[in-house]
Antibody, heavy 123, light 107 residues
């Protein structure tokens, strides 16, 4: 059974750095073809893709947030970490990590999601 | 970047109705579209990938279709558990992008 779970602070102050950890089980991120992404959702708003890390340590970021984001993996701990600098109240959201599944060729989708963690940015 | 325009933003329907949700991509995404269902306070759940392929375990009343850059999610015979918000997502190229969501409400 594949599971993912996000952890991190629920409250951060403006200008601080947020560090979120996604701890997963049931698959290995060192396996060819595996990748894990982060998606966030402000209260009452739509989903927004943030970042993705591949099994070979290749990384992709949302261009609008690229300067604030860093995604890393620790395959020995089965974890993916997202760091977001210079937090602002507009970054208040539920943050999800999700496994990207490759079905064939170029077909893929986020098939398993964590429960999400709500982060509030306020002084 | 590819923009995903989803409509309507909300729809009121009754149990047993057929509901149709549309997503338009700003450019060709060659069927690389997924649909997700999200219930309040819960994580999204994958329903359909490759525009029309049902994820394992998803009821057959859900279906997806495409016509050019227009994609449609259809829910036949709406069930009580289908009242939720639905999102499309393109997986053609980075940055991935989601539609604005469609809330299916009880009439």
């Amino acid at each position: 059974q594949i599971t993912l779970k996000e952890s991190g602070p629920t409250l951060v102050k403006p200008t601080q750095t947020l560090t979120l950890t996604c701890t997963f089980s049931g698959f290995s991120l060192s396996r060819n073809g595996m990748s894990v992404g982060w998606i966030r959702q402000p209260p009452g708003k739509a989903l927004e893709w943030l970042a993705l890390i591949f099994w070979d340590d290749d990384k992709r970021y949302s261009p609008s947030l690229k300067s604030k984001l860093t995604i890393t993996k620790d395959t020995s701990k089965d974890q993916v970490v997202l760091t977001m600098t210079n937090m602002d109240p507009v970054d208040t959201a539920t943050y999800y990590c999700a496994k990207l599944n490759y079905y064939d060729n170029n077909v893929h989708a986020f098939d398993i999601w964590g429960q999400g963690t709500m982060v509030t940015v306020s002084s | 970047d590819i923009q995903m325009t989803q409509s309507p933003s909300s729809v009121s329907a009754s149990v047993g109705d057929r509901v149709t949700i549309t997503c338009r991509a700003s450019q060709d995404i060659i069927s690389l579209l997924a649909w997700y269902q999200q219930k309040p306070g819960k994580a999204p759940k994958l329903l359909i990938y490759r525009a029309s392929t049902l994820q394992s375990g998803v009821p057959s009343r859900f279906s997806g279709s495409e016509s050019g850059t227009d994609f449609t999610l259809t829910i036949n015979t709406l069930q009580p558990e289908d009242f939720a918000t639905y999102y499309c997502q393109q997986a053609k190229s980075f940055p991935y992008s989601f539609g604005g969501g469609t809330k299916v409400e009880i009439k």
